[in-house]
């Protein structure tokens, strides 16, 4: 057992030093387009920072949408930054030229200031700290699931999920009125990419399924599920997967409301019946639970497929 | 006897992966280094599998580690064709001696 402390010991100072060093190039890198690969590994090593931490919920969540789905977001921006790259260049270039002393120092400074503060804040933590553990423990029969992490996310602190919900929508909202209608790309002409979206693809659905389900007694949830189905998504776009114009319009937006709308409606009527916002029945929260999770995962993988989009979807046919 | 197997398949695992990257580092162009690096992920990572495997608790655990390498070798081998066929459409020349 010994051994295996101390080589478990040694793969976490490892990990420590590379996600430090990840995170250091990431920020120093000149090329976007090799930060944004740096980004992805700094993402997967951070999924193993959160196993190694024993909160497998998070590393789900982190490499799900941390390392996945954000690395093909930031790729799809590169991609329309590409026509601005070239003054941005220049005028990092020239900036640097003009890096005065005092403006080298101060941020030092303002660095160490800070390290020193948080440094102060985490040695002044009581070494053994409880917080919530207990109460969740106590009203863990109430709950309707047997996964804590589920049971505080859609339970006792439902409303932090419904406000994220609403979040990511807004997101959504703001990327839609910026970018203005995108095309659904053509038809992929390219065989193994048409065969790998149809293996995979269901595959795919049936993973978000099982996270779903899972969710309520182990690892998993909405926001994994919904993530998985959102790179479903991102596949069948890159693949030029075709989506007919009157689905686009009311049906989209249906499925991406449909998160929040549910969670809200839930919230109302139990606010009505209950007296408490989100305050379950004892005996329906299972259902209840899964219910609201199922709308937001459907919801969180169509918005996370549209932000990959970045616009609002128009058909290639309807022209 | 299981701990045996089981140990021999994950160090011919690692040594698979070690020349895989190895192979990443060293060899001289695009193709031959995704030549390489399919070989760790698809070779490598079975023989992994397959050690992890006759550790497993239950079938079902068994079955999901050998999912995840069905998964990996779908993906592996699409993505570095996907890859090559990019670099190859831009002009990216195969190496020669």
Redesign the interface.
């Known amino acids: 057992m010994e051994a295996l402390d101390f080589a478990l010991g040694l793969f976490d100072i490892l990990l420590v030093f590379l996600v430090l060093s990840l995170a250091w190039l990431v920020m120093s890198s000149e090329d976007l387009f090799r930060a944004i690969v740096l980004f992805v590994a700094f993402g997967l090593l951070m999924a193993l920072v959160w196993v190694r931490l024993e909160a497998p919920d998070i590393a789900l969540a982190e490499a799900a949408i941390g390392a996945g789905l954000t690395g093909a977001l930031m790729m799809a921006a590169l991609d329309r930054l590409s026509s601005v790259k070239p003054i941005q260049k220049v005028a990092a270039s020239a900036q640097r030229k003009q890096l005065s002393l005092s403006s080298k120092v101060l941020p030092l400074i303002a660095l160490v200031l800070i390290v020193l503060g948080l440094g102060y804040a985490l040695l002044s933590l009581p070494e053994i700290a409880d917080g919530l553990t207990p109460n969740v423990k106590e009203n863990m029969a109430q709950s309707g699931v047997k996964n804590p992490v589920t049971a505080v996310l859609l339970n006792f602190r439902g409303y932090d999920t419904l406000l994220e919900m609403v979040v990511l929508l807004l997101a959504l909202l703001s990327v839609w009125s910026l970018g203005g209608e995108r095309k659904l790309s053509p038809r992929s002409t390219?065989p193994?990419?048409g065969s790998?979206c149809r293996?995979?693809v269901p595959?795919l659905i049936l993973v978000s399924c099982y996270l779903l389900w899972v969710g309520a007694d182990a690892p998993g949830g909405a926001f994994q599920a919904g993530s998985v189905l959102g790179a479903a998504g991102v596949l069948l776009l890159l693949s030029g997967w075709h989506v007919e114009q009157k689905y686009l319009l009311w049906p989209l937006r249906f499925i991406l409301i449909l998160g929040s709308g549910v969670f809200i409606i839930m919230a109302a009527v139990l606010l009505l019946i209950q007296g408490g916002l989100l305050t379950y029945p004892v005996a329906q929260a299972g259902w209840m639970i899964l219910l609201l999770e199922s709308a937001a995962t459907l919801s969180i993988g169509a918005t996370l497929a549209a932000l990959f989009l970045g616009g609002v979807p128009k058909s290639r046919v309807d022209q | 006897m299981i701990d045996f197997f089981s140990m021999l398949f994950l160090l011919a695992g690692a040594l698979f992966f070690l020349a895989g990257t190895v192979g990443l580092l060293r060899f001289p162009d695009l193709y031959t280094r995704l030549h390489a690096l399919t070989k760790a992920d698809n070779v490598g990572l079975g023989l992994m599998i397959t050690g992890l495997a006759l550790q497993a608790e239950s079938l079902s655990v068994a079955g999901k580690l050998v999912l995840i390498w069905g998964l990996v070798l779908l993906a592996g081998a699409s993505v570095a064709y996907l890859i090559a066929r990019g670099a190859l459409l831009r002009g990216v020349l195969p190496w020669k001696r």
Do not use: A, E, Q, T
Request: net charge neutral; charged share 0%.
């Open positions: 390219n193994i990419l790998l293996v995979l595959v």
